[in-house]
């Protein structure tokens, strides 16, 4: 394999655009997943994260624009990239009429392996998620945590090059989302390309070398996480609950110049600063009066929250 | 679960290239075989009523009501006459639930689908896979009936050793039919009108229980646009001596309302589950 190879993007999307019955979910977006890191997408539900994963392994065609998954293009060699692709998706959708590990030598059978080959790489792989002593159980006997973990064995029955997976760990409990964690990471360490998304800002902050943030359709930052913190918040975070009758903008006003930014929702006000433990000596109590104050570090979730607005969504 | 997922309807989709209407034959097997692989764990369950089934129709039909028909139908007694219908309707039956309740339930039930659709193989692999087997599992009900007929001495002509294979063709067009309805309505209740106005006016009127000499010509016009009727004219003339032509035609028929339809379902699946 030659240099230019190796550093070819797993992924390249140009001007990628998807509607649904008239409804946009991706708005031409540009992006390119380089190889071998683990490359996350963040956004609030309807973003258009699954519908941008579901065009790059095959389960929804292209709208408009350019769309070129290992170096081939989505809607002529569909076939080929997803024979070096696996993927995990949101929903759990195992074969519940065969056992654990039957699920993964069909799975090869799937990708043209026969049973023979596949039930040894069937057995290894229920190894390494943690599984083996569920391998003749049926899927409905495991719990949330396992099914999870037999959707990434079964997404590695093929050895992909990229593997996508779509909310790996939603609803699961923090030991189960521990486990699939430290499996993500073992796979990035071997070099395959983690494409994934999530709603958790610390599986994000974690798992991911890159992160692209997108809301309604179009992509509103990208970086790696902690520049992507730095450019948009600051370093620090000042919470504050205001008491009833405390103006907000003149208090504002009052820290002209000392803010990086801040979000305002009802009595709660967040302030974006480099030195938000000096922000709050400089507040004038007897003006402003607050029920608490907390200072603390930025997080990707205050980016997350300033990019995408504190509103709820659907 | 409370309440059972409602795919809603997609229609057809855009057109497809050739390419995307020809199955690979390797990725299609895969497809049959998982299939076939969970039948496997059931079929011993499912097999005593299986032969029990064509065993009291016969008994009701063949050897009760047939004793009042002294001439018998078209110079063979009635049980004769009845006996190789019933090889094409446990085929049709068997087909019409494999292609309606079990793929719905595999496509939105289990989502399986999905899952395979983001492997290698294709819309029409997995179609044509399901296709196969909905007819191998047809031909396995057929040859239970087929046993069971013989068994009683009903079966005349050595042709009918051809009637498995003829079967699996039989069963290929019902079920290409039933995969069409499945892919195109937007939620399960719409079976209902699928077995009331399609699959049991089939049973009643394709000709296993009675002729058409006696009745209205346009009758016939209306059970031969229909594929069990081809299927009985098929496995009555195999089991009692067939006329080569007409066997002949109505394979034919098969054959090409099967080929006809193929592009309806794989549109229909594209459609809905690859937008």
Redesign the interface.
Known sequence: MTVEQQAAPAVIARQLQKS?GGRLAVDRIDFEVPTGICFGFLGPNGAGKTTTMKMI?????VGEGELRVLGMDVTRE???I??R?G?V?Q?T??????TVR?NLV??A????TDARTARPRADELLEFTLLSDRADERIQSLSGGMKRRLLIA?ALV?DPELIVLDEPTTGLDPQARIAVWRALERLRSRGVTLLLTTHYMEEAARLCDRLLIMDHGRIVAEGDPAALVREHVGREVLELRLEPGCDAEALIASLDGRLDGYDLTEDALTLYADDAEGLLQALDNDRFPTDSALVRHATLEDVFLRLTGRSLRE | MAMLYEPGYRGLGGPLVVRELVPSPRHAAAIWKRNARVFSRLWRGALLPTFLDPFFYLLALGFGLGTYFAHGIEGIPYKDFVAPGLIASAAMWSSAFETTYNVYFRMNELRLYDNVLSTPIEVQDLVFGDLAWSATRATIYGCVVLIVVAAFGLVSSPWAILIPPLVTLGALCISVIGYAFTTLIPKIDLYSYFFTLGITPMFLFSGIFFPFDKLPGWVEVVAWLTPLYHLVEITRGMATGPDALQILIHTAWLAGVTALLFPIPVRALRAKLVP
């Open positions: 649904y392994y095959g389960l929804a065609t569909r076939r080929q997803k024979a692709l993927v998706p929903e959708n195992l074969d519940n009429d065969l039957e069909m799975q059978s799937y990708f043209g079964r093929n």
